[in-house]
């Protein structure tokens, strides 16, 4: 077909209306699935999870290099009937000046598509494309499916009769146009800062070119075969993307992964948009249940504590859950699920009217559940920014005991969110001991003061509110980033914390941001730091001590700070941990990940390290649709990969020193006097048991270690599909027929 004329695709360019700025303008001319307008602003410290929403306006207030993920690739054509916008840095005032990595990916196509998100779709309308603002022309780049020739990028201005001046970027191909995308000028005169603009984003000639290898990248597909060979205990995932913010265990080595979904991870469900997800391993290496429940988009768990009878995940949403309305805007909430079979048995949701949210969450010896995050009092609602939260609710109930809003330092501060850890410290009864916390600030003090984390040490806490007994902040020089990501205590008190710093903590930062620990005395002082980097950006994310007094830390590298990253362009991260002594000298390190984007969060258990997070890539037997979950399992003691099991749900698995045994039928066997069926000798230990009916309709569901029998009684008469399920994954069917 003949190509399109510059003419003809600025002609088509006017045709469009004015394009937003921000999220107010955009919620002028369009709304989500469920009429619900979503926006996703973590905080200046957010990372990889807080960007990958889907939700119609991304602030991305961060310090260092993003991944944007604006749509649910599962969807026939991802992004339809949306106009969605986002700012990839928000805050020039603070994030540019940082000193941490520049530039910004925003996926807008991906191999496993045959055409770019935001295309027209099925209806023919060209409503939909993604705005972006504060691109970077000079670092960041556009991921697009197919190649250059499939697109034309033009740069209108009033003269030729567009509503809004800037870049617009069509699908051509096979003699189309579509609108894909528009980019603003990076000196766009409109926004509210263009000269600072101009000087952080714009390059030389202020030009974008499809052919420009910075600026635009095409992709390609996922290997089927895993780039680094490791014994993966579990890599779990759909067509969609699972977003992962943390992993913890129980008291029996379980271990748990969590965050959100927006695949279909429990065929018992309903599938909706977006689910909050929990998915539990055994200790031998298998999964033992995934679980969802219905959360609206720029919702996440963020952290997650267990005993043996119960799961405790909480996070924040920015709709309502059931039997509760939304306050304002972001709401703190808590899931309660049943350890063993995965069932979510109660919840609850707390808020203001402004952003509020649960970012850690621990259990103490006496019953109950204490949480961190953000919140504003009451009383001050609609300028809640400067205060972090800490709460404290009955684990049995779910019921609020008490609330204390706080600020880090009298005054001083323009923001703060607790994000940064959260940890109960035994004391002499039950429930009688002292509650540590992380997070970080930003100074709101006359001088050039960047961002800074702190801690927070507490008691009393049984009565009507805690007594906060210590504060330490970290900060260095200058206009810089530092901020807690994880904080934890030893046996004696001692206290840890984990972090990200561009400043000079123990030393010249290496390159684009650090990441760093720091020990302090029980009173939380004398601070003790190590500074850790390559010539990329580095962080930790979560710390934990095991029984020895070793101290673990997880994070990512966008470099080779402990192996080589197969990423040869320097632009995804791999996991690193990294052991220590109580003395914070380095024992261990270690790093692994494909040639895509992963992020890792560990927890112990005996003498084993667990590292739950998501991959883009295959770190098993191959990707199961953009960002999966997994679980790698490694020895506490040089972390080498324990490598006893593999398994990807839904397929076959086996130990590696033995052969599965030769599969026999599946029968099940009526009892003439009941409704009770006995399973027929069988090779596999069954963990969970689904009767279908003939709709489809998932009847009942029975779950356990072993099942060998099953009571169908109550149910109506007619054909039942018998859907067995193992304890390795194996799926089995037969039928039943109840008369």
Known sequence: MTAQTEAELLQ??????????????????????????????????????????????????????????PVDPSEDFPGQDRVKIVETVSQLQTSETYGGANGSRIVLGIAEKPFPFFYRGDDGIDNDYYVIQHFDYRNGHIQLSGEASDYRLVQASAADGVRTPGWYLFYTADGEIDLIAFIHNCDDPAADQPAQLAA??????????????????????????????????????????????????????????????????????????????????????????????????????????????????AGRTFGNLPGFTNAGRWDGIILKIDNQTGEVVDWTQFGTSVIDGFGNITLDDAGNLFVSGAGAPQVLMGIGDPYFLVAKFDAATLDLIWESPETVLPNTQRAAESWGGITYLPGATPGNGKLLLGGWFIDNTAGPVGAQGFLALYDQLGGNGPRRIETATIGSPGFRADWVWGSTADADGNIYAAGYTTGNLAGAPGGEGDAFIVKYNPDLGNPRFVQIGSDKSERFRSIEIDDLGNIFVSGHTYGDLAGTNLDDSGLTADVVIY?????????????????????????????????????????????????????????????????????????????NDEEDPVATPLKAFPNPSSGAYQLGAFPYRIATLEAISFTGTAARRFSGFDLTNFDLSGLTPGIYQIKATTDRGKVFFTKVMLR
Not at 627 to 635: E, K, P, R
Request: charged share 25%; proline share 4%.
């Open 579 to 655: 052991k220590f002594d109580s003395d914070l000298q380095e024992l261990e390190r270690r790093q692994f990940g494909t040639d895509r984007e992963e992020r890792g969060f560990l927890s112990l258990f005996a003498d084993r390290v667990y590292v739950g997070g998501m991959t883009e890539g295959s770190m098993r037997d191959g990707n199961l649709g953009s960002f999966d979950a997994f679980i790698v399992t490694l020895s506490t003691d040089d972390l080498t990969t324990v490598e006893d099991i593999t398994l990807n749900i839904g397929e076959e698995v086996s130990l």
């Open 200 to 313: 952080a984003f714009c390059n030389a000639g202020r030009q974008l070119s499809l052919t420009n290898p910075v600026q635009f990248r095409f992709a390609t597909p996922v290997s089927a075969t895993p780039e680094f060979p490791i014994a993966v205990g579990a890599q779990i995932g759909g067509a969609g993307k699972e977003v992962i913010s943390g992993s913890c265990t129980d008291p029996s080595g379980n271990v748990f992964v969590f965050g959100l979904t927006d695949s279909d991870l429990d065929p018992t469900s309903v599938k909706v948009r977006n689910e909050f997800f929990v998915a539990k391993m055994n200790e031998d290496g298998t999964v033992a249940w995934t679980t969802e429940f219905p959360a609206s988009e720029s919702s996440l768990i963020f952290d997650a504590t267990a005993d043996d009878d119960y799961v405790y995940a």
């Open 12 to 69: 088509y360019a006017a045709t469009f209306p004015p394009m937003p700025r921000g999220a107010t303008q955009l919620a002028t001319v369009t709304t989500s699935e469920d009429d619900l307008f979503t926006t996703s602003a973590g905080s200046p410290a957010s990372d990889l999870e807080w960007c990958v929403f889907d939700s119609d306006y991304m602030d991305g207030e961060t310090d260092g290099y993003d991944t944007f993920y």
